[in-house]
Structures are given as C-alpha cells and as structure tokens.
Nanobody, 128 residues
Framework: HVQLVESGGGLVQAGGPLRLSCAAS????????MGWFRRAPGKDREFVAA????????YYADSVKGRFTISRDNAKTTVYLQMNSLKPEDTAVYYC?????????????????????WGQGTQVTVSS
C-alpha cells in the first residue's frame, strides 16, 4: 500500500507564493507519474499539474501555466508544487496523486483515473 502525505498548505494573500510538498511512502515507491489536483468549494476535482518520472515531462492546466511549477526530488519520493502569483480562485483543497503502474498508451495526466493512489489533501486559501 502506498501512502501520500501533502503539506505546505495554508493562508496566503493574493499575489503571494506557497509551496506544496507530497511525500510518498509504503510498500512500493515505483512512481511513474505524480500529479496535483484541486477541489474548490462546490466544484469538481480538477487537474492542476503532473510530472512523469521518465524524461521529467510536465503537464499544467491552462489556469496555472506560468504561475505554478511541479518538480520532484532525485530520490523520486517527493513531488513539489511551487505556486506563485496566487489568486483567490486558486483557493481549494489540493490533492497529490501517484501512478504506480507503467504508463500505457492512452494514459492522460489530466484525469483522475490516470492515478491509483491519493493523499488526504491540504487546504490552500488565498485572500484578496
């Protein structure tokens, strides 16, 4: 079983930065991709960013491009989300996810079904 623990959430003023971390542990640490999703009050969970371990390819939602950066550590057990120029509409619970099976044809980084394990989430609140 894989455990994911997010940290780094909190309250920040609009325009400020925040850095989220997601630490993976458990029976297997063979991550093929990790991603961040978020759920704002009254809305569905939406894709934010993802990174593939092979080649470090990254993916971003249009709403965060140029403001957010996803990265990972060399041990491949922690993924980060650097969030800059935060806006009130970025307020949400942010969830980390990991895919522990090889990526197959047809896999998409932007959908929840592309991942098998999820963290409990960390709250990010951006005040105006």
């Amino acid at each position: 079983h894989v455990q994911l623990v997010e940290s780094g959430g909190g309250l920040v003023q609009a325009g400020g930065p925040l850095r989220l971390s997601c630490a993976a542990s458990g029976r297997t640490l063979t991550s093929y991709a990790m991603g961040w999703f978020r759920r704002a009050p009254g809305k569905d969970r939406e894709f934010v960013a993802a990174i593939r371990w092979s080649g470090d390819r990254t993916y971003y939602a249009d709403s965060v491009k140029g403001r957010f950066t996803i990265s990972r550590d060399n041990a491949k057990t922690t993924v980060y989300l650097q969030m800059n120029s935060l806006k009130p509409e970025d307020t949400a619970v942010y969830y980390c996810a990991t895919r522990q099976t090889p990526i197959s044809v047809g896999w998409t980084a932007t959908t929840t079904r592309g991942y098998g394990y999820w963290g409990q989430g960390t709250q990010v609140t951006v005040s105006s």
